[in-house]
């Protein structure tokens, strides 16, 4: 059952308020479950993205992260992994200015999901070996501009293993980085709170001249998630 609550409520688009909606636990309903029921209802970001059209909240991150370092131009090759259900991919496809025949946006997954207009949709696995040779032949032997991940591994609750999971997300995306970008690339890829490991950022900073770590709003606050951002792709050591 599903019920507003006054007094409660929070801004939505626009400025204007909206009420909380309180969420009681269903027969069979796992307490996990409505407690995922009652975010999504509550949070303003769901509300716009499908106002907007977008396939999901976490477009707002990637927007969000452009919006304040400029990754995205006109005209650039994008690669985006962990791409289902699309909503990075539309707004990569906005701001490269895709549907006006510039640039080239390449989008992948595991899952199967709704192809975006003008978007190159590839269904493989990350951590199949030969993956990154088939999105080399996508790219027709072009470099890319940025690679963006939003790769993640279902959640165990233990945080040791989730981390192991994520980074190893990681590394396997910024292999296929270090083997497509042009010079001055970018690499955008999701990690959990604390950051890439010691040797992720040693090898991001061998390969960049920048790297950070980047936690957009548009994350949940009780989300461990954020990202690594490196910038000035150099080439990858012991490149000539």
Do not use: C
Not at 66 to 94: F, H, N, T
Not at 112 to 129: A, I
Not at 185 to 204: C, I, N, P, Y
């Amino acid at each position: 059952m599903v019920r507003s609550t006054k007094g409660r409520g929070a801004e939505g688009s626009g400025g204007t308020r909206k009420l909380a909606v309180r969420v009681r636990t269903a027969k069979g309903r796992k307490i996990a479950s409505t407690r995922w029921l009652q975010r999504q209802l509550n949070d303003p970001y769901v509300d716009e993205a499908k106002r907007r059209g977008y396939r999901s909240r976490a477009a707002f991150k990637l927007a969000e992260i452009d919006d304040k370092y400029r990754l995205l131009k006109p005209g650039m090759i994008v690669v985006d992994l962990g791409a289902a259900p699309g909503g990075w991919s539309q707004i990569a496809a906005q701001r490269v200015q895709l549907m006006a025949g510039k640039g080239r946006v390449i989008a992948l997954d595991l899952a199967e999901f709704e192809p975006v207009s003008g978007v190159t949709h590839l269904t493989l696995d990350m951590t199949e070996p030969e993956t990154a040779e088939l999105i080399r032949a996508a790219l027709d032997g072009m470099n890319a501009d940025i690679v963006l991940s939003d790769m993640h591994a279902p959640a165990t609750g233990h945080r040791p293993t989730d981390h192991l999971r994520i980074m190893g997300l990681a590394e396997a995306a910024l292999d296929l980085a270090e083997s497509i970008l042009a010079p001055g690339g970018v690499f955008l890829a999701k990690v959990l709170q604390g950051g890439a490991s010691q040797e992720l950022v040693a090898r991001l900073n061998r390969s960049f001249a920048k790297v950070r770590h980047v936690k957009p709003k548009a994350s949940r606050a009780d989300s461990a998630e954020m990202y690594v951002l490196a910038t000035g792709f150099r080439g990858a050591p012991g490149e000539s």
